[in-house]
Antibody, heavy 121, light 106 residues
Framework: QVLLVQSGAEVKKPGASLRVSCEASGYSFTGYYIHWVRQTPGQGLEWMGWINPNSGDTTYAQLFQGRITMTRDTSISTAYMGLSGLRSDDTAVYYC??????????????WGQGTLVTVSS | EIVLTQSPGTLSLSPGEGATLSCRASHSITTQLAWYQQKPGQAPRLLIFGATNRATGIPHRFSGSGSGTDFTLTISRLESEDFAVYYCQYYGSSPPFGGGTKVEIK
């Protein structure tokens, strides 16, 4: 059974940085791209980018270029999404997600449970 | 940049009725379209990909149609668990999502 388990809710100050983790189980972690998607009250669902856990290669959405970093630790089957320079409009639920097929196409069969991040002074 | 527009914003229906949800793309996206269902407090759930293909385990009452710029998700007979928000998504580059259609109980 494929499971993606994310880290818990966080409250951050404007300007701070964030790191959310996504621990995978039930499949070969290095065989499938991990994507990150966030859901905000104002903008709805937004795709943020992906990481190839095998190579570490990443692709980021232009909206987040310069302040997003995706990494992984294959020894513990965990992917990470970091976001810097947080603003109030970064308040969102952040999801990791993967496809059932081993390619980068952003179709999401499996999702983490979501991590609520609140940015507030 | 592809923009997806969903309509209507809200659909008020009774269990047993059929539902027709629309998704329009600003430019042709051939059949690179997926549909998701989301219930409160849950992550989205993949229903349809390739505009017409049901994902694993999705009931046959859900069907997708369309190509190019106009797409439809049809729920043939609404069951209680189908009342939720539905999103379409283009899965090309920088994949956008539509704004969603809420299917609520009338």
């Amino acid at each position: 059974q494929v499971l993606l388990v994310q880290s818990g809710a966080e409250v951050k100050k404007p300007g701070a940085s964030l790191r959310v983790s996504c621990e995978a189980s039930g499949y070969s972690f290095t065989g499938y791209y991990i994507h990150w998607v966030r859901q905000t009250p104002g903008q709805g669902l937004e795709w943020m980018g992906w990481i190839n856990p095998n190579s570490g290669d990443t692709t980021y959405a232009q909206l987040f270029q310069g302040r997003i970093t995706m990494t992984r630790d294959t020894s513990i089957s965990t992917a990470y999404m970091g976001l810097s320079g947080l603003r109030s409009d970064d308040t969102a639920v952040y999801y990791c997600a993967k496809r059932a097929v081993a390619d980068a196409v952003p179709i999401f069969d499996h999702w983490g449970q979501g991590t609520l991040v609140t940015v507030s002074s | 940049e592809i923009v997806l527009t969903q309509s209507p914003g809200t659909l008020s229906l009774s269990p047993g009725e059929g539902a027709t949800l629309s998704c329009r793309a600003s430019h042709s996206i051939t059949t690179q379209l997926a549909w998701y269902q989301q219930k409160p407090g849950q992550a989205p759930r993949l229903l349809i990909f390739g505009a017409t293909n049901r994902a694993t385990g999705i009931p046959h009452r859900f069907s997708g149609s369309g190509s190019g710029t106009d797409f439809t998700l049809t729920i043939s007979r609404l069951e209680s668990e189908d009342f939720a928000v539905y999103y379409c998504q283009y899965y090309g580059s920088s994949p956008p999502f539509g704004g969603g259609t809420k299917v609520e109980i009338k």
